[in-house]
């Protein structure tokens, strides 16, 4: 007689999830897991009361209603709204740009000064092959709508 259906390695996300199913559908799993926990990569530990992500910090978002009503059955969500601000000489700026990075950077009010400031920008530096990752963002600007 066969002991398992299923030998799932890794308890992370996709293999937790796969033994929950086909465990409810009757299978019967084995997980094995070289870590000494389960999550894999969005395992968080509690710190001072505190749940901490102890592989690097994890945003859950979907526009999926099916996946959310799923996933909800698992754990309570708190909102949470990503705002990350990037730091250029000593000044604070919004990430992803925005009209406010913009206006911090150049003094310009409306997309079409922006977009008209950004062409300077792109034409001064004047770069047609690109030797590093700044400069291939530079030349890739026209292809963004602000
Ligand atoms: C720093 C970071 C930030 C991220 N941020 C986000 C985010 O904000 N939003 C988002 O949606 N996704 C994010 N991700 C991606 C997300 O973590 C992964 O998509 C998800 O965890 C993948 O799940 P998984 O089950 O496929 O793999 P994993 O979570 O990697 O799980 C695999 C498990 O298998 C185990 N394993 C591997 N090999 C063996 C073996 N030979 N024997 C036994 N066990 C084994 C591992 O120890 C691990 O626990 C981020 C990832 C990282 C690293």
Not at 52 to 74: D, L, M, P, R
Request: with cysteine; proline share 3%.
């Amino acid at each position: 007689m066969k002991k398992y259906d299923y030998l799932i390695v890794g308890a992370g996300l996709f293999g937790s999830i796969f033994a929950y199913e086909a465990t409810k559908r009757g299978k019967k799993c084995l997980v094995i897991e070289k870590r000494p926990h389960i999550g894999g990569n969005i395992y968080t530990e509690k710190i001072e009361g505190i749940n901490v992500h102890k592989y690097g910090a994890h945003i859950f978002h979907t526009s999926n209603e099916e996946v959310w009503n799923y996933i909800n059955q698992f754990a309570e969500f708190n909102n949470y709204i990503n705002s990350p601000v990037a730091i250029y000489k000593d000044e604070l700026y919004n990430m992803p740009f925005n009209m406010n990075t913009f206006n911090k950077l150049w003094g310009v009010k409306t997309p079409k000064e922006a977009k008209e400031k950004i062409e300077e920008e792109k034409s001064k530096a004047n770069i047609t092959n690109p030797k590093n990752l700044e400069e291939q963002a530079i030349s890739l600007v026209r292809k963004n709508n602000i």
